[in-house]
């Protein structure tokens, strides 16, 4: 399938197929007129990529993570899991992170809006 098929299978822009392969995480072969070509399993392969940068995960995690996502035999799963542990963490701390600043918003909001605010002359 060409790049715009690949891109409406998998409900995302070409721009971002091309992204994805400058980042190594996505291949294609050519044409004779050079065209992109995909496989049917990229239509998924995008999908997975898209999920994982939706949870935060960079380029370069993804490059790392993928080889042992897609082929999770034995020899990956130990490297798989710390690797998916490392991210949770992080993106838990993340959360905690968001969640003060949201509580600290709280607070002044509730300041402001219990406190009368003359009219501007």
Do not use: F
Request: hydrophobic share 40%.
């Amino acid at each position: 399938m060409r790049i715009g098929e690949l891109a409406a299978a998998a409900g995302v822009s070409v721009r971002s197929l091309r992204y994805y392969e400058e980042q190594a995480l996505l291949t294609s072969e050519r044409s004779e007129s050079g065209q992109r070509l995909y496989q049917p399993a990229d239509v998924q392969r995008v999908r997975l990529i898209q999920q994982l940068y939706a949870a935060g995960l960079p380029s370069k995690t993804l490059r790392e993570l993928m080889p042992c996502i897609e082929a999770p035999v034995q020899r990956y799963a130990t490297q798989l899991l710390e690797r998916l542990a490392e991210e949770r963490d992080r993106i838990g701390a993340q959360i905690t992170q968001l969640s003060h600043t949201r509580d600290r918003l709280d607070a002044v909001i509730q300041r402001v809006d219990s406190t009368e605010v003359a009219p501007a002359p």
